[in-house]
C-alpha cells in the first residue's frame, strides 16, 4: 500500500502529530498597571511586553509607543526601552500589525493572547521607559500547560503586573 500526502493532508497532520509539544490552546490574560505620577514634566511611557524561554528567540506580545507620529518619527525612542531592544526591537519593522499600538494613560491596561506556546518554562517581561522618567522592568516567571495566575509590582515606572494562563 503507498500512501500519497498532499500540502493540505501534511498541515493537518503537522498541526497534530508531527507538532505533539504545542500545549492545548491557551490564553494568556495581562494586566499592567501604569502609575500616575506627579512630576513636573510627564510623557506617557514606551512599554513592550515579551515572552523568554531558554533556548528560543524571544517573542514580542505588544509594543505602546507614539505610533501616530509623522513619518513614524516615534520609532526613533523605542530603543530607550533597552532590554526589549537588545531581545528583539532593533529586528523588527514598525508598525507591526497585532503588535504596535499607541502610549497608554496611566491606569490598568488588559491584553488578552492566544500566542502557540509549546510546554515548557517562560518568562514574561514587561519593560517601560519614560522620557525625562526612568525605567522599569518585571519579570513573571510561568510554566505550561500548567496554568495560574502571576504578579508582581513595579516601583516607579510600573504598577502591578498580573499574568492569568488559562487553557
Known amino acids: 500500500m503507498q500512501l500519497r500526502i498532499t500540502g493540505l493532508t501534511a498541515s493537518a497532520i503537522g498541526a497534530g502529530l508531527f507538532a505533539p ?11 499592567v498597571t501604569i502609575p500616575r505620577l ?19 528567540a524571544p517573542k514580542t506580545l505588544a509594543v ?4 501616530d507620529m509623522k513619518a513614524n518619527e516615534g520609532t526613533k525612542w523605542l530603543r530607550d526601552v533597552r532590554q526589549w531592544w537588545r531581545a528583539s526591537g532593533r529586528a523588527m ?26 510546554p515548557g518554562n517562560y518568562t514574561l517581561v514587561v519593560e517601560a521607559a519614560r ?13 505550561l500547560p500548567k496554568g495560574g495566575t502571576t504578579r508582581a509590582a513595579g516601583s ?8 492569568t494562563v488559562k487553557r
Open 21 to 31: 509539544g504545542l500545549a492545548h490552546a491557551q490564553t494568556l490574560d495581562i494586566s
Open 156 to 163: 516607579s515606572e510600573l504598577g502591578a503586573v498580573a499574568l
Open 64 to 67: 505602546w509607543y507614539d505610533d
Open 93 to 118: 519593522k514598525f508598525p507591526a500589525a497585532g503588535v504596535s499600538g499607541a502610549t497608554k494613560a496611566p491606569g490598568t491596561h488588559k491584553l488578552s493572547l492566544k500566542p502557540q506556546l509549546g
Open 131 to 143: 522620557e525625562v522618567g526612568g525605567r522599569e522592568l518585571v519579570r513573571l516567571p510561568f510554566s
Open 38 to 56: 506627579t512630576v513636573a514634566e510627564y510623557h506617557r511611557p514606551y512599554v513592550a511586553i515579551w515572552l523568554e524561554q531558554e533556548g528560543a
